[in-house]
Nanobody
Framework: QVQLVESGGGLVQAGGSPRLSCAASGSIFSINTMGWYRQTPGKQRELVARITSGGSTNSSDSVKGRFTISRDNAKNTVNLQMNNLKPEDTAVYYC??????????????WGQGTQVTVSS
């Protein structure tokens, strides 16, 4: 059984720099890509940034230059450093990972989501 648990977020002022963290736990053989997605009411969940086990990253144009994704492979964690937040960054942020266990190869897992609200 695998769990992704997010932390961080909350109410932040515009221009703030919060950090989201996500830890994967359970019977994990390996983790390939880890990433962060976000969703606002009435809209589809969208990719924010992702990082491979080798450290290659990509991010959406809307956050390039402001958000940085990083991971610690030894600890099975992924972080999202968010800088210069804007009100349009308000969303529920979800951690995601492709994880191989004894039962599944490269299965996609989601965290429960953490709300980030940016006040202007």
């Amino acid at each position: 059984q695998v769990q992704l648990v997010e932390s961080g977020g909350g109410l932040v002022q515009a221009g703030g720099s919060p950090r989201l963290s996500c830890a994967a736990s359970g019977s994990i053989f390996s983790i390939n890509t880890m990433g962060w997605y976000r969703q606002t009411p009435g809209k589809q969940r969208e990719l924010v940034a992702r990082i491979t086990s080798g450290g290659s990253t990509n991010s959406s144009d809307s956050v390039k230059g402001r958000f940085t994704i990083s991971r610690d492979n030894a600890k099975n964690t992924v972080n999202l450093q968010m800088n210069n937040l804007k009100p349009e960054d308000t969303a529920v942020y979800y951690c995601a990972a492709h994880i191989t266990t004894a039962t599944f190869v490269g299965r996609h897992y989601w965290g429960q989501g953490t709300q980030v609200t940016v006040s202007s």
